[in-house]
C-alpha cells in the first residue's frame, strides 16, 4: 500500500509541471490570430481548443482547430 502512495506521489510531483507547460503555451498561442482556410475568416483561437488540439502551433504556424464560422476542423494558419 506504501508503494502505492509513492507511486502517486512521484506522478503527480513529476505531472504538474508538464500540466503548467501546457496550459501557459496554449495561453500564449490563443493571442495569435488564426485564417481558415475553407471561409477565410479571421479569428483568435481559444486557450482550451489549442491545449487540447493535435500539435497545438507546428513550426509552419498551422494550428489543427475549428473555425468558429464555418464549424470546420482544418489546420488555420496564423496571420502574422
Do not use: E
Not at 33 to 43: I, M
Not at 63 to 74: E, G, L, Q, T
Request: glycine share 8%; charged share 10%.
Amino acid at each position: 500500500m506504501v508503494i502505492v502512495y509513492v507511486l502517486l506521489a512521484i506522478v503527480v510531483i513529476f505531472g504538474l509541471p508538464f500540466i503548467r507547460f501546457a496550459v501557459r503555451g496554449s495561453l500564449l498561442a490563443s493571442n495569435n490570430r488564426f485564417a481558415c482556410p475553407n471561409c477565410g475568416h479571421n479569428f483568435y483561437g481559444k486557450w482550451y481548443q489549442l491545449m487540447f488540439a493535435s500539435g497545438a502551433v507546428n513550426a509552419f504556424n498551422f494550428a489543427n482547430i475549428r473555425c468558429p464560422k464555418c464549424k470546420i476542423k482544418d489546420s488555420c494558419g496564423v496571420i502574422t
